[in-house]
């Protein structure tokens, strides 16, 4: 390991004794760990793919992102993070920093980040001159998430990252996350290539604050990663339900104190949606299932309307994918995904839970946040 990735983010290495935690202010406000409200069990978050419908489009779609990042910032979701996606026509979120700068534009107060962005596919200093230019846009409002994966098919991320970095990426994402972090602070020492390379905006300009970083991830690498750094994680319980409690576990187990985090913080990412019945919830969670067994069969496309997925005749292997993608979606009535929602922090002791609400059309996401909203008695006007 090199000296940079000894080091790890956000000043955990020698010397970081006494530093105020990345993207503090003088207000005292906390930057990671977020607010409880009404009766929810941990703050509640939301993860947005901007999905887009069949008779849809990417416009609709990122203008119902504005809406529903509007509806959580005054209903006291604590963040509202979007995931980078490439090559896939149901997901219009190929550029998470252009979407956050323009979700920054009409909030005020919701925290907004990428959950994540995948950091093999780009340059480490574009990535913090991107995220420093939000930070600039929305003080104090910005995280930074960062994942290993593509974020696509093997053949696309070929094309983002050109040729021959395909297989080494995942293997240099310490290496990568280090030389970020260093661009973010900038304090390469000197000697090094990079020492007179600066990020703009940043704090070759004067004090700033910058984003916190969170390392996001499916499997035990990102889990050890973020606790050996003291970094907050995310897990991405919503496609791999199967790897949550041991990834959890090996984060909390391999926590070292920072000057970020005094203690582990851990929120996982839920499929959730609800319904004024349990039917029409079922319907719209039935859209998002189609559709994933298409993006798995190598067929990709628009999310399905509730009638074509229906309609839809699965072949026993199909219907055993869809029925075991469903069974970790809590969906239903508020009553029922609230139950449900409960029952996972209980099972999971996740400090905060990060919603994603997939289904065909804006409105009945939109309504779903609300309604799981209104489940919890949040307030109304944050």
Request: aromatic residues 6%.
């Amino acid at each position: 390991m090199s000296d940079s990735e000894a080091r790890g983010p956000e000043g955990t290495g020698p010397g970081a004794g006494g530093a105020r935690p990345a993207g503090a202010h003088a207000t005292g406000a906390d930057p990671v760990r977020g607010t409880v409200r009404g009766g929810a069990p941990v703050p509640l978050s939301v993860l947005d793919l901007v999905t887009v419908g069949a008779g849809g489009s990417a416009r609709e779609s990122l203008r119902t992102s504005v809406e529903i990042s509007r509806l959580a910032e005054s209903r006291g979701f604590h963040r509202h993070w979007v995931a980078e996606h490439h090559s896939m026509p149901g997901v219009a979120s190929s550029s998470p920093a252009v979407i956050l700068a323009h979700l920054a534009a009409h909030t005020s107060r919701i925290r907004l980040g990428s959950g994540g962005v995948m950091l093999p596919n780009h340059a480490p200093l574009a990535v913090a001159e991107q995220f420093g230019t939000l930070e600039a846009l929305a003080p104090g409002r910005v995280d930074l998430g960062l994942g290993r994966a593509p974020g696509t098919d093997p053949r696309t991320a070929a094309a983002l990252r050109g040729p021959g970095r395909l297989d080494e990426a995942a293997e240099e994402f310490p290496r990568r996350l280090a030389e970020l972090t260093r661009f973010l602070d900038d304090d390469f020492p000197d000697g090094h290539p990079y020492a007179r390379v600066h990020a703009v905006p940043g704090p070759v300009q004067g004090p700033a604050a910058r984003p916190p970083i969170w390392l996001l991830g499916s499997s035990g690498f990102s889990a050890r990663l973020a606790g050996e750094l003291g970094l907050p994680f995310a897990y991405a319980h919503h496609f791999s339900a199967a790897g949550t409690l041991p990834a959890l576990d090996l984060y909390r187990q391999s926590f070292r104190p920072s000057a970020v985090l005094d203690a582990p913080y851990a929120l996982i990412g839920v499929s959730a949606f609800a319904a004024d019945t349990g039917a029409q919830a079922r319907a719209q969670v039935l859209t998002g299932a189609l559709s994933m067994l298409r993006l798995r069969g190598g067929r990709p496309g628009l999310v399905p309307t509730p009638e074509e997925a229906a309609a839809y005749a699965f072949s026993p292997p199909e219907r055993e994918f869809v029925d075991g993608w469903l069974a970790n979606i809590v969906h239903g009535t508020p009553d029922e995904v609230r139950a449900g929602l409960d029952a996972l922090v209980a099972r999971t002791g996740a400090d905060e839970l990060m919603l994603t609400a997939n289904g065909h059309g804006g409105a009945a996401r939109l309504r779903s946040y609300g309604l799981v909203a209104d489940a919890y008695s949040m307030p109304t006007d944050s």
